[in-house]
Protein backbone atom coordinates (compact mmCIF):
# COMPACT_ATOMS: atom_id res chain seq x y z
CA UNK A 1 0.00 0.00 0.00
CA UNK A 2 1.22 3.44 -0.89
CA UNK A 3 2.15 5.52 2.11
CA UNK A 4 1.35 9.45 2.65
CA UNK A 5 3.68 10.89 -0.47
CA UNK A 6 4.68 14.34 -0.35
CA UNK A 7 6.48 16.41 -2.82
CA UNK A 8 9.13 17.95 -3.49
CA UNK A 9 11.65 15.89 -1.03
CA UNK A 10 14.13 18.56 -0.93
CA UNK A 11 13.92 22.67 -1.65
CA UNK A 12 15.97 24.72 -2.36
CA UNK A 13 14.78 28.60 -2.82
CA UNK A 14 15.64 32.08 -2.48
CA UNK A 15 14.12 34.29 0.51
CA UNK A 16 11.09 36.11 -1.36
CA UNK A 17 9.86 33.34 -3.40
CA UNK A 18 7.01 31.69 -3.03
CA UNK A 19 7.24 27.74 -1.65
CA UNK A 20 4.81 25.19 -2.51
CA UNK A 21 4.73 21.76 -0.57
CA UNK A 22 2.06 19.07 -1.68
CA UNK A 23 0.90 16.27 0.18
CA UNK A 24 -1.06 13.13 -1.03
CA UNK A 25 -2.32 11.01 2.47
CA UNK A 26 -3.48 7.45 2.69
CA UNK A 27 -6.68 6.59 0.38
CA UNK A 28 -9.55 6.91 3.11
CA UNK A 29 -7.97 8.73 5.10
CA UNK A 30 -10.32 11.37 6.84
CA UNK A 31 -7.45 13.72 8.88
CA UNK A 32 -4.64 15.31 7.18
CA UNK A 33 -1.76 16.45 9.64
CA UNK A 34 0.91 19.57 8.21
CA UNK A 35 4.50 19.50 10.83
CA UNK A 36 7.52 21.54 10.69
CA UNK A 37 10.46 20.04 12.24
CA UNK A 38 13.76 22.07 13.82
CA UNK A 39 16.60 21.85 16.32
CA UNK A 40 15.44 24.10 17.78
CA UNK A 41 11.69 23.67 18.26
CA UNK A 42 11.40 19.91 17.74
CA UNK A 43 8.41 18.81 16.10
CA UNK A 44 5.40 20.88 15.86
CA UNK A 45 1.72 20.74 14.73
CA UNK A 46 0.97 23.72 12.00
CA UNK A 47 -2.71 22.50 10.82
CA UNK A 48 -4.76 19.83 10.57
CA UNK A 49 -8.18 18.91 8.47
CA UNK A 50 -10.85 17.14 9.12
CA UNK A 51 -12.89 15.90 6.04
CA UNK A 52 -11.13 18.70 4.24
CA UNK A 53 -12.10 21.35 6.33
CA UNK A 54 -9.44 22.93 8.34
CA UNK A 55 -10.11 22.20 12.40
CA UNK A 56 -7.17 23.61 14.43
CA UNK A 57 -4.75 26.11 12.37
CA UNK A 58 -3.29 27.53 15.75
CA UNK A 59 0.26 26.24 14.71
CA UNK A 60 0.30 28.21 11.72
CA UNK A 61 3.35 30.51 12.55
CA UNK A 62 2.18 33.75 10.52
CA UNK A 63 0.08 34.69 7.43
CA UNK A 64 2.73 33.95 5.32
CA UNK A 65 2.05 30.43 5.42
CA UNK A 66 -1.75 29.26 4.04
CA UNK A 67 -2.89 25.37 3.78
CA UNK A 68 -5.38 24.05 2.13
CA UNK A 69 -7.24 20.63 0.97
CA UNK A 70 -8.99 20.85 -2.44
CA UNK A 71 -9.75 16.97 -2.25
CA UNK A 72 -9.48 14.11 -0.08
CA UNK A 73 -6.58 13.14 -2.06
CA UNK A 74 -4.24 16.32 -2.10
CA UNK A 75 -3.11 19.11 0.14
CA UNK A 76 -0.70 21.86 -0.18
CA UNK A 77 0.83 23.96 2.20
CA UNK A 78 2.31 27.14 0.45
CA UNK A 79 4.50 30.03 2.16
CA UNK A 80 4.98 33.39 0.20
CA UNK A 81 6.89 35.10 0.66
CA UNK A 82 9.36 32.52 1.79
CA UNK A 83 12.55 33.66 4.63
CA UNK A 84 15.77 31.75 5.21
CA UNK A 85 13.96 31.16 9.27
CA UNK A 86 11.38 28.79 7.31
CA UNK A 87 14.24 26.45 6.49
CA UNK A 88 13.13 23.35 8.06
CA UNK A 89 11.93 19.83 7.60
CA UNK A 90 7.99 20.01 6.61
CA UNK A 91 5.77 16.47 6.81
CA UNK A 92 2.66 15.66 6.16
CA UNK A 93 0.26 13.10 8.05
CA UNK A 94 -2.82 11.11 7.87
CA UNK A 95 -5.00 9.17 10.09
CA UNK A 96 -8.38 7.58 9.64
CA UNK A 97 -11.66 8.60 11.53
CA UNK A 98 -10.55 8.35 15.44
CA UNK A 99 -13.50 7.62 17.24
CA UNK A 100 -12.00 6.49 20.51
CA UNK A 101 -9.83 3.91 18.51
CA UNK A 102 -6.72 6.06 18.94
CA UNK A 103 -5.67 5.38 15.01
CA UNK A 104 -2.21 5.83 14.39
CA UNK A 105 -0.92 8.50 12.47
CA UNK A 106 1.08 8.02 9.39
CA UNK A 107 3.75 10.49 8.69
CA UNK A 108 5.08 10.81 5.17
CA UNK A 109 8.99 11.33 4.63
CA UNK A 110 9.36 14.93 4.74
CA UNK A 111 10.56 17.53 2.46
CA UNK A 112 13.68 19.51 3.35
CA UNK A 113 12.86 23.22 2.71
CA UNK A 114 16.22 25.39 2.47
CA UNK A 115 15.45 29.50 1.82
CA UNK A 116 18.57 31.25 1.16
CA UNK B 1 -1.63 20.06 28.25
CA UNK B 2 -0.55 17.49 29.80
CA UNK B 3 3.43 16.96 29.40
CA UNK B 4 5.90 13.67 29.23
CA UNK B 5 9.55 13.67 30.46
CA UNK B 6 12.04 11.41 28.98
CA UNK B 7 16.04 10.95 29.00
CA UNK B 8 17.52 12.90 26.51
CA UNK B 9 19.55 9.56 25.56
CA UNK B 10 20.04 6.07 26.08
CA UNK B 11 22.67 3.03 24.67
CA UNK B 12 21.47 -0.11 24.01
CA UNK B 13 23.81 -3.21 22.76
CA UNK B 14 22.68 -5.39 19.97
CA UNK B 15 20.34 -7.67 21.28
CA UNK B 16 19.77 -6.88 24.39
CA UNK B 17 16.38 -5.66 25.73
CA UNK B 18 15.89 -1.85 25.95
CA UNK B 19 13.52 -0.23 28.80
CA UNK B 20 12.75 3.38 27.28
CA UNK B 21 11.14 5.70 30.45
CA UNK B 22 8.30 8.13 30.26
CA UNK B 23 7.22 10.50 33.40
CA UNK B 24 3.68 11.71 32.94
CA UNK B 25 2.45 12.80 36.40
CA UNK B 26 0.06 15.05 35.07
CA UNK B 27 -1.72 12.65 33.17
CA UNK B 28 -4.99 12.99 33.02
CA UNK B 29 -7.96 10.00 33.06
CA UNK B 30 -9.08 9.95 29.49
CA UNK B 31 -5.45 10.69 28.19
CA UNK B 32 -3.84 7.51 26.26
CA UNK B 33 -0.16 7.32 26.17
CA UNK B 34 1.37 7.13 22.75
CA UNK B 35 5.00 6.33 21.05
CA UNK B 36 6.14 7.35 18.14
CA UNK B 37 9.88 6.88 16.76
CA UNK B 38 11.64 8.63 14.43
CA UNK B 39 14.71 6.81 12.47
CA UNK B 40 17.03 9.06 10.86
CA UNK B 41 15.87 11.12 7.26
CA UNK B 42 12.38 9.90 8.41
CA UNK B 43 9.28 10.86 9.55
CA UNK B 44 7.72 9.63 13.06
CA UNK B 45 6.26 6.06 12.46
CA UNK B 46 3.77 4.46 15.49
CA UNK B 47 5.30 2.29 17.12
CA UNK B 48 2.16 1.31 20.41
CA UNK B 49 -0.55 2.72 22.58
CA UNK B 50 -1.77 2.34 26.07
CA UNK B 51 -4.27 3.34 28.44
CA UNK B 52 -4.44 1.36 31.66
CA UNK B 53 -3.70 -1.75 30.82
CA UNK B 54 0.50 -3.49 29.24
CA UNK B 55 0.28 -3.93 25.67
CA UNK B 56 2.39 -5.63 23.02
CA UNK B 57 2.94 -5.41 19.73
CA UNK B 58 5.08 -7.29 17.03
CA UNK B 59 6.79 -3.68 18.02
CA UNK B 60 7.30 -3.71 21.21
CA UNK B 61 5.71 -4.09 24.37
CA UNK B 62 4.43 -0.82 26.66
CA UNK B 63 4.24 -1.39 30.01
CA UNK B 64 1.85 1.33 32.11
CA UNK B 65 2.44 1.99 36.28
CA UNK B 66 -0.70 0.85 38.05
CA UNK B 67 -1.28 5.03 39.03
CA UNK B 68 -0.81 6.23 35.45
CA UNK B 69 2.36 8.78 35.99
CA UNK B 70 4.91 6.40 33.85
CA UNK B 71 5.29 4.32 31.55
CA UNK B 72 8.04 2.30 29.72
CA UNK B 73 8.49 0.90 26.54
CA UNK B 74 9.87 -1.88 25.94
CA UNK B 75 12.14 -3.14 22.66
CA UNK B 76 12.75 -6.96 23.74
CA UNK B 77 16.33 -7.08 21.31
CA UNK B 78 16.96 -4.21 20.06
CA UNK B 79 18.83 -4.02 16.56
CA UNK B 80 20.96 -1.32 14.75
CA UNK B 81 17.48 -1.26 13.36
CA UNK B 82 15.95 0.51 16.16
CA UNK B 83 18.26 3.20 16.88
CA UNK B 84 16.24 6.51 16.93
CA UNK B 85 14.29 9.15 18.83
CA UNK B 86 11.57 7.34 20.63
CA UNK B 87 8.17 9.62 21.45
CA UNK B 88 6.24 9.57 24.30
CA UNK B 89 2.77 11.58 23.58
CA UNK B 90 -0.20 11.72 25.73
CA UNK B 91 -2.86 11.87 23.08
CA UNK B 92 -4.94 15.51 23.64
CA UNK B 93 -8.65 15.63 22.88
CA UNK B 94 -9.30 18.90 20.93
CA UNK B 95 -11.35 20.83 22.27
CA UNK B 96 -13.61 21.06 19.13
CA UNK B 97 -15.74 18.63 19.96
CA UNK B 98 -16.64 15.42 18.17
CA UNK B 99 -13.91 12.71 17.49
CA UNK B 100 -10.79 15.02 16.35
CA UNK B 101 -7.27 15.20 18.03
CA UNK B 102 -3.78 15.79 17.81
CA UNK B 103 -0.60 14.81 19.17
CA UNK B 104 2.21 17.24 20.65
CA UNK B 105 5.52 15.78 19.96
CA UNK B 106 8.23 16.33 23.24
CA UNK B 107 12.19 15.85 22.54
CA UNK B 108 12.00 12.39 23.52
CA UNK B 109 15.10 10.36 23.59
CA UNK B 110 17.78 9.39 21.70
CA UNK B 111 18.41 5.72 21.16
CA UNK B 112 21.80 4.88 20.18
CA UNK B 113 22.31 0.94 19.54
CA UNK B 114 26.08 -0.78 19.72
CA UNK B 115 26.67 -3.43 17.43
Known amino acids: DAGVIQSPRHEVTEMGQEVTLRCKPI?????LFWYRQTMMRGLELLIY????????DSGMPEDRFSAKMPNASFSTLKIQPSEPRDSAVYFC??????????????FGDGTRLSIL | DAKTTQPNSMESNEEEPVHLPCNHS???????IHWYRQLPSQGPEYVIH???SNVNNRMASLAIAEDRKSSTLILHRATLRDAAVYYC????????????????FGKGTLLTVNP
Open chain 1, 93 to 106: ASSPRDGYSNQPQH
Open chain 1, 27 to 31: SGHDY
Open chain 2, 89 to 104: ILRDRANSGGSNYKLT
Open chain 2, 50 to 52: GLT
Open chain 2, 26 to 32: TISGTDY
Open chain 1, 49 to 56: FNNNVPID
